[in-house]
């Protein structure tokens, strides 16, 4: 499928995200600036907000497919955040509106398989259960994702890379002996 | 809509998963929970059928309940209960009958749009059409009949409308040659598009076969709709036909006739074969004890391509011009009204 007609109408999107939060948006701002009619918007669209929820998934997609295999971790977090601001106005108008929860359901689908990537790695040689194993990435996939909350609320500026690093200590004080405590 | 309802609707699409998981155990327990959550004045004499209906396990009326579990994709069930039993039924039965207490008119249950064009070539656009679909919906009418001369040449436009209107059902009157499998699909993805095919009880109907399978095949729920005269009657007034219908996977059929009951031996074979028979029928204008009366105006109005709505499309007054009129202010015109004071016998068919 070529998709050409919903990824034009993203773009257009992200582009009015440049100027407005996404609640001041209209289907009709978006369908002017592409230059399609809403009949067009409605066919692929139920409305702004299920644009955006395409916007994420293939958002997540490519960002997925651009990882690198065997990449350090902390390459990987980094690298995350550089995804997110390359994408600041979608971001940030997007956290201003009622659908927050999309993004930090988004924000949870990039960090988790790096946390879990890490973890995997302390696990060697443990015994653990996948449901502990699976609660522990997902107790430290909240914190990033809290953290990187805090950082969009504060207008994602660049000097994120200092609290990074910080969450990397914290991951490297205490995941292996938190995974310690599950293991048989 | 108010918290109340949110919440009744809450509990309405609980009840429905409850009853998905094993619908022959739950399908009792269900009319408990709906008898909880629906006034004891609403769809009194619905709720009497189906609580006959599942009691006896044996009959051709639980035969077509259970096979929507058998024939219809989950999703697409799911949404035609939403919309269907929830949104046109349960709470817009309440919505419609506060509009209709605050405004004293009539709310019909269903409006039926005409894709088509005008002599001069006019239609109603994806905008016009759409306008009206929100106002009917602010007053509580959430189920919309697409016709036309055929609305499928429309397709992208008829998707978009029900892509847009996830919240209400469409019922498209179509001839069901412009259905191929690309149109099945979008028709799954939106979930509350329901197809009534135009049989002709001929030969002819051979060539909707593959249609039929397609639409089978991809568990959407389908039904046939049938005008019929003096002329050409026996082609449906025979077993075979209902029986054919029902092997095509059909769950309802609709027939149109201005033969008066005396004279419409179909009719006759209609109510005769709801007892016997896994298939929803109505013969418009005939069953009027079911409707307790005319449904103009009150279950259902008529826009036509020019843009004038009416109480029915039978019938030959003017309509309210609804390019420049809201809707409410044509529910409230007198040609409508007429319906509303008091329950007329018919005017368009049986003139």
Known sequence: MSLLTEKALAASLKKLLEKKTLDKITVKDITDDCGVNRQTFYYHFHDVYDLVEWIFTEEAKKFMNSCVEGRDWKESIEALMDRLLDDKSFIMNTFYSVNRRQLEKFMQNLARPAIADIAQTFAEGKRIEKQDLDFVVNVFTFGLVGIITEWVSDGMNEGYKGDIDKFFLVIDGTMEGTLDKFAK | ?351
């Open chain 2, 1 to 351: 809509m108010n918290v109340g309802s949110e919440l009744k609707k809450l509990g309405l699409k609980a009840a429905y998963n409850y009853l998905d998981r094993d619908p022959e155990t739950n399908m009792p327990k269900l009319m408990e929970w709906v008898d909880k959550f629906v006034k004891e004045d609403v769809l009194t004499l619905q709720r009497e059928v189906f609580r006959k209906i599942i009691a006896e396990k044996n009959s051709n009326w639980y035969q077509l309940l259970a096979s929507l579990w058998q024939d219809i994709d989950g999703d697409v069930r799911k949404t035609l209960f939403e919309n269907l039993v929830i949104n046109a039924n349960a709470l817009a039965a309440l919505q419609a009958r506060e509009s209709e207490e605050k405004y004293h008119c009539n709310i019909p249950w269903a409006v039926a749009f005409d894709l088509g064009e005008t002599e001069e070539g006019a239609s109603l656009s994806f905008d016009q059409l759409d306008n009206i679909m929100e106002q009917a919906k602010e007053l509580g009418t959430f189920m919309f009949l697409l016709t036309g001369r055929e609305p499928l040449e429309r397709k992208e436009e008829v998707i978009a409308l029900c892509n847009k209107h996830t919240d209400c059902q469409f019922m498209v009157f179509t001839n069901g040659l412009a259905i191929d499998e690309d149109f099945a699909d979008q028709a799954l993805r939106v979930k509350n598009f329901i197809g009534a095919i135009h049989v002709t009880g001929r030969t002819e109907d051979l060539r909707l076969d593959s249609i039929f399978a397609l639409l089978k095949a991809k568990k959407l729920p389908y039904g046939v709709y049938c005008t019929y005269d003096k002329s050409d009657a026996e082609d449906f007034a025979q077993e075979s036909f209902f029986d054919d219908i029902i092997s095509r996977g059909a769950k309802f059929c609709w027939f149109f006739s201005s033969l008066k009951r005396e004279e419409d031996r179909v009719y006759a074979l209609t109510k005769m074969y709801r007892e016997l028979k896994p298939l929803l029928t109505i013969n418009f204008c005939k069953d009027t004890v079911m409707t307790g009366g005319c449904i103009a105006g009150r279950y259902y109005c008529s826009l036509s391509a020019d843009g004038r709505i009416k109480p029915c499309s039978f019938l030959s007054c003017p309509g309210v011009d609804l390019k420049e009129q809201s809707l409410l202010s044509a529910y409230q015109a007198d040609c409508f009204m007429e319906y509303y004071k008091r329950k007329p016998t018919c005017r368009g068919v049986f003139e």
